[in-house]
């Protein structure tokens, strides 16, 4: 099973986008173990989790 950072960093890759952002609940995330797995991802995915931070 996918813990909650992966599946964020799935959806970013496998979609392109979040759908519908502000229905996200971003404040239970661990963002050290999210920019960890991010580094597996393409570069692209990082940017679009870094833009989550203002959300």
């Known amino acids: 099973m996918a813990s909650p950072e992966k599946a964020l ?3 970013l890759y496998y ?19 999210l920019s960890q797995i991010a580094k597996h991802f393409p570069a692209s995915v990082s940017r ?3 833009s989550l931070d203002s959300l």
């Open 48 to 50: 679009q989790m870094h």
């Open 15 to 33: 979609r392109k986008n979040i759908p519908v952002p502000d229905e996200l609940e971003i404040d239970g995330l661990d963002w050290t173990l």
């Open 9 to 11: 960093l799935d959806t």
